[in-house]
């Protein structure tokens, strides 16, 4: 079945700690993205990558780094400069950069600093 | 960063009834998408529907429709008969060339729906 992966679906991390979430997806997208949900936050853009080896910032990249070496890869390391990591990941999809694409989303990753 | 604006963080509907979600956004594009997406207790995110600006004529999908006010910059969701599987967090994005063709999601509504 095509689809978006990410994983691991619940990841603890201590503090000081770098740690790096997976997206893996099958679909032959161009494009993926990153996003983080925090309660009464929405989802907020980190960043995103129309094609393979090139990426920009979102939103609120500061104190995280992406890689777009495959296409179909795409993960995020949350570094120990990010100061409130905890938060839910979600990462999507879409094929190319048109507007009209719809946005395929993993099931997400649970980040928690313990 | 375009804005998209939710002013409902929670409504309430009555099942088999008719609930509008509200939905503002501000850009100075002229061509871009809407989209309306269900976040389920599950946390996967599901693709409502959508609406490109250049349409004059409101998107449907089932029990599911829009009333798209461009000039107003408006995108609510209404919601009829309503199901006791629609309770979700509910989703308003906007999408064009100037957002880098990433989705700008709002804060969301939580809908809640009664028996």
């Known amino acids: 079945d095509g689809g978006?992966?990410?994983?691991?679906?619940?990841?603890?991390?201590?503090?000081?700690?770098?740690?790096?979430?997976s997206c893996e997806q099958n679909l032959n997208h161009d494009a993926m993205y990153w996003y983080r949900q925090d309660p009464g936050q929405g989802l907020r853009l980190i960043y995103y990558s129309q094609i393979v080896n090139d990426f920009q910032k979102g939103d609120i990249a500061e104190g995280y780094s992406v890689s777009r070496e495959k296409k179909e890869s795409f993960p995020l390391t949350v570094t120990s400069a990010q100061k409130n990591p905890t938060a839910f990941y979600l990462c999507a999809s879409s094929m190319g950069t048109g507007i009209f694409a719809e946005a395929f989303f993993g099931q997400g990753t649970r980040l928690t600093v313990v | 960063a375009q804005t998209v604006t939710q002013s409902q963080p929670e409504m309430s509907v009555q099942e088999a009834e008719t609930v509008t979600l509200s939905c503002t956004y501000d850009t100075s594009e002229s061509d871009y998408y809407l989209f309306w997406y269900k976040q389920?207790?599950?946390?996967?995110?599901?693709?409502?529907?959508?609406?490109?600006?250049?349409?004059?004529q409101n998107a449907t999908e089932n029990r599911f429709s829009v009333n798209f006010q461009k000039a107003a910059k408006s995108f609510s969701l209404k919601i009829s008969d309503s199901q006791l599987g629609d309770a979700a967090m509910y989703f308003c994005a906007y999408r064009s060339a100037d957002s880098g063709y990433?989705?700008?999601?709002?804060k969301g509504t939580s809908l809640l729906v009664t028996p």
Do not use: C, D
């Not at chain 1, 978006?4 to 979430?21: A, D, H, M």
């Not at chain 2, 389920?40 to 004059?56: G, N, T």
């Not at chain 2, 990433?102 to 709002?106: K, T």
């Open chain 1, 4 to 21: 978006i992966t990410q994983s691991p679906k619940y990841l603890f991390r201590k503090e000081g700690q770098n740690v790096t979430l």
């Open chain 2, 102 to 106: 990433a989705l700008n999601f709002g």
């Open chain 2, 40 to 56: 389920p207790p599950s946390r996967q995110m599901i693709l409502v529907i959508r609406q490109e600006a250049y349409k004059q």
